[in-house]
């Protein structure tokens, strides 16, 4: 439901455009430094106002309301609330009647029988990655801070045959990355501007993917059968809003290779690969490898052009203009909570 | 771990070479008719022998150990068990010292601390997918025997508007099927013999891609925010032993459109679209249309061809020819199993 | 961890002396009436203020923070904040030196290496409770709001011997209520206001044993092997701060009877019992009779009376005087949140 | 439903009299040695055939299915089986028109509208908790496996106030017990063999309370909120048949004292208590002292004595005299299969 992870856990809640939205954290570690500032830079990375995004704006101001104890963490649950306040709810009150193709409007009252709130998606809004990006924050000290002992755990025993590869070498910090390799088919980043500008001018909007990438990850994360990398991975990245799709490594292009172009030979005895085509897991467990994820993100169903659909109301198919102030392409502001959601990932496997 | 599901819960054991593998079922509803002969249908359609596939050969009998007196399901859980009958371990002796490329001998042997079983992949065995489809056939029994119930509960509030799109008409069944859409980078079905045949004749192995779709899926499947259809179904489809993509309805292509392309318009009170981009889950709820799901599968990993790969006993890269019977395309059995996935998500989520 | 429940989930949050604590519910349905009034009868119960009760005082008003709109539940999660304002934290501060005896100060700094919030308990206060209250007044809410169809649900099946127990008869609704049966070792209430005030004039606490019972209770609740209503349930009361001990029915004095004596005497096809020694529970499953469980809760551990106990500064035992405002008989506001962990695992339990 | 656990989880299946009765263990660690013989100490403490236990002789033979492999765990699931050997079924034919009184007959057939196996009790059998005592034994072997370990990683962190308690002295290892400390009411065990022959000859039987000690426990073991020691260690000992109370420390028995009374001054550095009120657990959380928890096991349901009680088949109450073999205490043989929870709670709790 509205909670993921097992050993660190996190619980999200609230609506687009009621009093706050927020998140609970368990499973922090005790004593890790934290300040409210700590949040600050991913969150702005999230934010709205950049071109292609939303023309809301929102402090995003997190506070911490319980967990952390002169500024450090208490191990107790940590709960961030974020106020809503730069709603417009008057934008949305025709959506019950006359709901918005390929948005929840329909889906979330055909759940809940018609109960939900609608404004601004509700419990359904994107405004609710920003609790995830928060998350984020936290799960990326738990992987630094923890980062050596980890791999101390994971190597402690000896290798096949004999060899040990962590002995003697610190392991390298983990680094969590996003990047994103696709605007509206086009693979070339000097066309993703205008692209998105030309989508914009037309009342439409553009999908994209994103490639999320972890580096320096220990050895030996995911569990079989049902947890592996790839399973809880992909269970998190596709909470978020408009994703599609996701793969991992080669991913769907690999399957159209054949086994001897696919396959990834090791070439030490540390488990290097030569390439890197299994996306860092293989078995559904960390080889070392990065872990290379990406992920498919739909054009932003909310467009201004009008759109033939059925008016609850009326009984008739309407054209619908939507007059909200709407990212023309989420996938610019999704990056920053896929890099987010692999983190939560891997603290939670990490810390078995 | 090797638990999945929270209503219909499923447990699997064993390895490839031990004395038998399982699956425990818990969730099962009491009084549903239930015998050995029901799962031969499926159990056939996954079954070694086909061409491409591997000529081990595997009577594949289910016994049923708990769970079922006199013909009907009791409500407790339900254990069945297959013999592993046709193992031959000589033919992986040397898999620890020389482990196979892109296969989990050596991140298992990392994860484990060479503890692992590792005659014929042990527990990250494919042959593990025997209990998917043997939960899966569960699974479908419950879609079956519980359908008219449950459509007239999702229904039984008014839906938005006033109107009650089920009144008075009795739901469709849910059926569920599966197709191989791509082999070996093509999607034109006729050339897929000659592409496998290719490829086995050179010692090689090749991938493919399969769609899987659920019509007659109830409304309002899917939990916010964390446990949406796609999340919990990319779940299980990411532990079917080399799946490395997930994608639903437009997917990866849908990225590539405009938002006026991408959505759905909605053209009746029922909810019905005029296309299904969404793949029938929209804000992570299906609403109504088919669940669409299409899944990558790597090329097998174990090919006759020889690889240049590290030899933990030696310390040098050398060839690795492996002389075990392997399927050339193991998308070819993936498909049924892919099916039961679908089908033990549907009835997880139904029940709740 | 802090989350509890399956199909009803509850998480909580906060410290006795930070900004606010809070909970989020999930799993509620969507359509109950709610507004922040229902929550003031039972927080009453609970509010400081009363004889042998400690004399802070707390407004204790919950914010609905997400998950009702107009008046109404959502779907999405509930989540109920309360603001701390009456805090002391001058009276807490020497207790990380010197730690309390039989309280969670040494434990909580123990387990979470001195990095917890010391003040008033931090997360480990009885100030958690209200939490609880407040989610056993949705929880209530859905037991009175769901009643006739669960009933209808479980006996819509004939029963065995092709009795119908439920035919015709509409559902009693099911009752909660709670009962102080003894304090201080006496079971005679005429004693209880003297015992409290004698050990509340010697700086001393007493102890307590409730009883909750729940009428109108549905056959067929609760799941072997492990969540039979008895683990449930005795899992959320331990969870109580004080309980020290739990058992249902005739309990540990059951244990002294003979199985002639102890045995319930099945007297009609409602399954209707003579006695009621199981406490409503057989096997795990409830059998339509009351439920009946009792909690022992322990004499209060922070006292005004000089304790000789170990202090960490000094390195000596030393007597500890505790000056801060506490109960004298935390078992006289445990009754509520007894009651309310009843109808939460209930609530929980019932939605299957 | 039928799992139990979260970092080492087991799940359960079988019946009475089906072919065979199993557990699935999950988490359990690889390279540890572990054989078949392993369980045969506690399997036989549990076994029938002393005084005061059914005379039915099963030979408990375990079978390792999965998860060990040249004599050590693997990592992957271990399945143990036991075959079902000496079951005589026709001593149960009646019980589903004339259900035994405060046996799981009628709350089983209720909850499962009468398909529930009912041969010897099915799935309710006190049977399964030969599944118990078998994950007991591997929780066992994991508790002194990683002892050192864990002692090192809980206390790796100062201490409140600078103090380290464990420098520089190797943990003692974690030793389980068990004791039966009443029978019939009676704490004195020189009566206790009378008392269980007395109620045979009648064809009754009698209850008992037994107490389970484990000491070296490390501190810090417990999740707030509502996963405390005490929560979850009730949940799992209200799963074996029979239980109907649980307590800690001094309980009941605790609520009818003082503060000053209870209360358990702490005398060391090492948080020492004088007393041990508290049964180990304060705030949820180990503290260092021994584990003690007592549970009231009811007296066997199935006495041979004729009890009146409601017939379904003929609509009347009539005498019920029950030819089965049944044990006359069970709570001579629950004894280890209490340890055996413990061991098992302790296993998980310990390997966060």
Redesign the interface.
Known sequence: ????G??F?I?????SH?????V?L??VP??MPLSEADFEADLARRRSGAKGTTPRRESDTP?I???A?RG????????I?FRNEDARSDDYAAT??H?R????D????????????P?G????SGR?TLTLVAAGVVAKKILAARDNAIRRD?H??????G?NPASGNPAPPIRISSEIV?I??SRDKTLFEATIAG?AK?G??????IECRAAGVP??L???????V???L??????I?G??????????A????????????????L?T?ATN???GI???????GDIVVRI????????A?P????N??S?E?EPLTIRGRHDTCI?LRAAVVAEAALAIVLADLI??
Request: no cysteine.
């Open positions: 439901m509205n909670a993921f097992k050993n856990r619980t999200v809640f609230g609506e009621g009093p706050a939205i927020g609970v368990d499973g005790a004593g506070r309301v319980s967990g104890y450090h963490t208490t191990g107790a649950p940590l709960a609330l019950t009647d709901p193709p390929s948005h929840a329909l889906t979330a009252a055909q759940k809940f029988h018609g109960h939900n709130d404004r998606g509700g419990h359904f609710l994971v402690s025993d000896p290798a096949p045959s060899n696709e509206g088919g989508a037309e439409d909007s553009v999908g994209g993917v050895t030996g995911g569990e079989p059968f049902f947890d592996s790839e399973s809880v992909s269970h998190l990245m596709f909470s809003p994703v599609k799709g996701v793969e991992f490594g080669s991913g769907f690999g399957a159209a290779l054949k086994g001897s172009q696919n396959n990834d030979a090791i070439i030490d005895a488990g690969t085509n299994a996306g293989v078995g559904g467990i960390t080889g070392g498919a993100v739909k054009p932003t169903a909310s467009i052009k759109q033939a659909t059925y609850f109301a009984g198919i996938a810390r078995h």
